[in-house]
């Protein structure tokens, strides 16, 4: 740049046509205690920023002539009149520099710029937004897909999702969701979580489940209980171990988890039938309610640790008790009355050695007696009893067959008990399997419900079914081939409710 000449001051700035070149002027208004410079290069080119009307840039004033440019004179542009009608254009267009801290709320627009360089105005608020600051609302197509494994630790905080449809009426919604120790979620059909949920209940949230699981049509009793027949009727005191009664009658489906309802159990006679002045009561602490057969109510007691007598037995719910109950016989050994004269078993096949009521079958052999179980039996309500000696085993690889004991009639429809494997263990038929090879079996019927009771290894297991054929029923025992060891029966005897 050129060394700037002389100096001169005025009170306003000569117009481009009387303007000095190569000079300085000096601007001061009348009066005013500043004054600002301008320069004036060789070409006459003002090289300072001023401004007209305090708001045009001076060298962009239409007035200002001082193209000189070869560029510019070459496209036609002799005038800054000319050169501003471009210049304005671009300068619309153009943002400041921004010397100002703002924030999304004062300043709510950014500048977006698409592929062609066409810029557009988007909403500031929207920068820097993601699933974890932000509240979000999805459009269409949108969507997370992982791309590796990914984890959410919530560092205790609560993690919902809410809003979710209702679907419990929709049957192809048929999972659940999962979890395991380490946090990984999946999926499952329910099933094993299901089957192992009572293994987390207590007993007592055992009962509490299982009366909840009642019919909607099995309302707890209201009325007063009845009790019509007690199974079994008597009970031997002389075995160590929890025995159990099944009491049969009307509204004696009692909420027994509440302590409205209770049972106690009364000595009336002595042992030799002679009636006490003050019957002995006693409490029972653990009875089960009956789903399926509402009309039912089984309790256990160690009857070794009670006197021997005659008992009757009184439910008490919502403040009622029944007058009285069938009696029941404890004693220290029971003398049955046999059945006698039944050596004659009928349909025989192998080998068997029969001794009146008692019965050994080899493998491969079938017997059963007459019908010793007659119409007028069922209708009246009858209880049979029998023993089983079991002393099957698999030999090497010569695993014991099937085997089948109990009653029977022409129906084909069994009750009693049958191999469980090849190793000679064995169950209640379609029922509990029994620890113990040495067994008592007590089979009866009243008022449309069958008991399967079998005394086992000191436990009681019992089985109730509510389907019985009004046929007459036999004794029936077989077994199949394989094993080593006897089967053996000894029918004990029957005993009719009515």
């Known amino acids: 740049m050129p060394i700037i000449g002389k100096i001169i001051r005025v009170n306003t700035l000569p117009t481009i046509d009387k303007r000095e070149s190569n000079v300085i002027y000096q601007v001061a208004a009348p009066g005013s205690p500043t004054y600002t410079d301008y320069a004036v290069d060789e070409n006459g080119d003002l090289k300072t920023h001023a401004v007209v009307d305090g708001t045009i840039p001076l060298e962009l004033a239409d007035s200002n002539i001082s193209i000189s440019d070869t560029d510019l004179l070459s496209e036609g542009i002799l005038s ?56 979000l609302t999805t459009v269409a197509g949108s969507g997370l897909t992982l791309g590796a494994n990914w984890t959410l630790n919530t560092s205790g905080f609560y993690y919902s999702v809410t809003g979710l449809s209702d679907k419990s009426a929709d049957t192809t919604f048929n999972r659940m969701m999962v979890q395991n120790p380490s946090g990984q979620l999946s999926w499952s059909n329910g099933k094993n979580m299901i089957s192992n949920y009572p293994l987390l209940l207590t007993d007592a949230e055992k009962t509490t489940w299982r009366n909840r699981m009642k019919l909607s049509t099995e309302n707890y009793s209201t009325g007063t209980p009845r009790i019509d027949v007690l199974l079994l009727p008597f009970i031997d005191n ?64 160690n009857w070794s640790t009670k006197p021997q007598g005659y008992y009757k037995v009184f439910v008490t719910h919502n403040g009622l008790t029944n007058p009285s109950s069938p009696e029941l016989i404890v004693k220290a050994g029971l003398t049955y009355s046999k059945f006698t004269g039944i050596a004659n078993w009928t349909s025989v096949t192998g080998n068997s050695t029969i001794t009146d009521t008692s019965i050994s079958i080899g493998q491969g052999s079938t017997a059963q007696t007459d019908n010793l179980i007659s ?38 429809v069994f009750y009693g008990f049958s191999n469980y494997g090849g190793d000679g263990s064995w169950i209640i038929y379609q029922g509990n399997l029994l620890p113990n090879r040495n067994e008592t079996f007590h089979i009866a019927y009243y008022n449309g419900v069958v008991y399967v009771i079998a005394e086992s290894n000191g436990v009681t297991y019992q089985q109730f079914n509510s389907t019985f054929n009004l046929q007459p029923r036999r004794f029936y025992l077989s077994r199949g081939s394989g094993g080593q060891g006897s089967l053996t029966m000894n029918i004990l005897g029957k005993i009719l409710f009515s």
């Open 375 to 412: 119409i007028s039996d069922i209708n009246a309500g009858f209880m049979v009893s029998f023993t089983v000696n079991n002393s099957q085993s698999n030999y090497g690889a010569n695993f014991v067959g099937s085997f089948y004991g109990g009653i029977r009639g022409d129906d084909g």
């Open 80 to 135: 800054q009149a000319q050169y501003n009608v471009s210049t304005r254009e671009k300068l619309d267009r153009k943002l400041e520099i921004p010397l100002t801290e703002g924030n999304a709320q004062d300043y709510p627009k950014i500048i977006g710029v698409n592929n062609n360089g066409e810029v557009a105005k988007l909403p500031a608020g929207d920068l820097g937004k993601n699933i974890a600051n932000s509240s």
């Open 238 to 301: 002389s075995k160590n171990f929890i025995q159990y009664t099944t009491l049969v009658g009307l509204n004696l489906f009692v909420d027994n988890v509440s302590s409205n309802a209770y049972i106690k159990v009364k000595r009336v006679k002595d042992i030799n039938g002679v009636n006490l002045a003050v019957p002995e009561e006693y409490s029972v602490d653990n009875f089960t309610v009956m789903q399926n057969f509402p009309n039912n109510l089984n309790f256990g007691i």
